[in-house]
Nanobody, 123 residues
Framework: QVQLVESGGGLVQAGDSLRLSCTAR????????IGWFRQAPGKEREFVAAIRRGGSTFDADSVKGRFAISRDNTKNMVYLQMNNLKPEDTAVYYC?????????????????WGQGTQVTVSS
């Protein structure tokens, strides 16, 4: 069982930066693949970025070059550094975990989810 809590969201202007944090509690964090997803009003939840146990990362085309995911297994933390934010990045951002460690961009592969943190980018 893994419990996830997101933090770091807020209201910013276009071009600003934010760093989201995901704190994990429970066993198996270091072996899990951790992903970030987001959901804008009226839209489906979409993949943003993920990081595997060994540190390899992959992200969505829409955030390449602007967002970076990282993890600190000593602290059970995963971070999403978001730079050059755009109004279209406005969404609730969710942290998710796949204990098996094999998940990719498919949200159905993640068993555990946090409650989300709101990110709003004004133009």
């Amino acid at each position: 069982q893994v419990q996830l809590v997101e933090s770091g969201g807020g209201l910013v202007q276009a071009g600003d930066s934010l760093r989201l944090s995901c704190t994990a509690r429970g066993r198996g964090f270091s072996a899990a693949t951790i992903g970030w997803f987001r959901q804008a009003p009226g839209k489906e939840r979409e993949f943003v970025a993920a990081i595997r146990r060994g540190g390899s990362t992959f992200d969505a085309d829409s955030v390449k070059g602007r967002f970076a995911i990282s993890r600190d297994n000593t602290k059970n933390m995963v971070y999403l550094q978001m730079n050059n934010l755009k109004p279209e990045d406005t969404a609730v951002y969710y942290c998710a975990a796949d204990a098996g460690g094999f998940a990719n961009s498919n949200k159905r592969a993640y068993e555990y989810w946090g409650q989300g943190t709101q990110v709003t980018v004004s133009s």
